[in-house]
């Protein structure tokens, strides 16, 4: 599978789930897209899909790989400091950060997951 | 040729997401300068603490929105006694409700001033009110002025009184910068 292909794939299940996950949170909790319209979120998964599959192409080999993936797994962890962080002076801002955390772990999670099965080598 | 047009496309779409989750979009976040005055016969003061933010664009006025707050604990009448009195149970419960909030539904123009429909949340009670609102413009920066009466026995403040008149005039001055 080309690395074009993989980025595709990758964004394709980000976006769908993070879609439903978008649609279940604003019916049932609550509603952040005054905060983060729907568009905005699906056009970050698509970037971070892409980016992350053009940086891995630089890892050549499986120690470059392991370190890759690895850094990724520490950015995500670290970047739910900024939804944690954020005030966003909405009625419930204090739930802002359940609802954006799980998304900060889509992309990493599908790329840890679908990576090692289409690039075995 | 092949692997030409799939760097092609592949700089092209990340590219183009990129652009699209870093747009920027014209929010203003509320700064120092405001002024939140509220003057009747008696009491006549301010609160000195409000934050929010403030999306604004006059050729989009559907998805504009204000979201602000204002600290209770902040009030200033110039009389340190009536400041605490202000603060207990019968008046602004500070300790259960330690904010007043507005959040507009609807930002419509008319003639040279604005519209601003939205609800106030003060000591739990939300009520829609219309405010009146004038815009000037300083390079980035937005300030939002504009006077309205809120009457403070729909929220429970207090109760009917004849010395503190149930309507209170309100007299606002809100500066944002872009974010």
Avoid at chain 2, 36 to 60: H, M, Q, R, V, W
Avoid at chain 2, 93 to 112: H, L, M, R, W
Avoid at chain 2, 116 to 136: C, D, H, L, R
Wanted: glycine share 4%.
């Amino acid at each position: 599978m080309s690395k074009l292909n993989f980025a595709f794939l990758l964004s394709l299940i980000s976006v769908i789930f993070s879609s439903i996950y978008f649609k279940i949170y604003q019916v049932y909790l609550f509603d952040f897209s005054e905060v983060m319209p729907l568009w905005r979120l699906l056009s970050m998964m698509v970037f971070l899909s892409f980016s992350i599959t053009w940086l891995s192409a630089f890892c050549k080999t499986k120690k470059t790989m392991l370190i890759f993936n690895l850094t990724l797994v520490v950015i995500a962890l670290l970047s739910i400091i900024f939804p944690i962080q954020a005030r966003i002076y909405h009625e419930f801002e204090d739930f802002f950060p359940a609802f954006a955390i799980p998304l900060h772990f889509i992309v990493p999670l599908f790329w840890l997951s679908l990576h090692p099965l289409l690039f075995k080598k | 040729m092949k692997t030409k047009i799939s760097y092609l496309m592949f700089g092209s779409i990340l590219f183009a997401s990129a652009a699209m989750t870093f747009a920027p979009i014209d929010n203003f976040e509320v700064i120092e300068g405001h002024s939140i005055e509220f003057k009747s016969k008696d009491p006549s003061g301010s609160f000195k603490k409000l934050d929010g933010t403030i999306a604004f664009d006059d050729a989009n006025l559907a998805d504009s929105k204000f979201n602000l707050s204002i600290e209770v604990a902040s009030i200033n009448t110039g009389n340190g006694m009536m400041n605490k009195k202000a603060q207990i149970d019968e008046w602004f419960d500070e300790a259960k409700y330690p904010t007043i909030k507005f959040k507009s539904t609807k930002v419509e123009k008319v003639g040279s001033t604005y519209q601003i429909t939205g609800n106030i949340t003060m000591k739990g009670i939300t009520k829609e009110y219309v405010i009146p609102a004038m815009k000037s413009k300083e390079g980035k920066k937005l300030v939002f002025k504009g006077t309205f009466y809120v009457d403070r026995l729909e929220f429970k403040v207090g109760h009917k009184s004849d010395v503190v008149p149930a309507k209170m005039k309100i007299i606002y001055s809100i500066p944002a910068e872009q974010k």
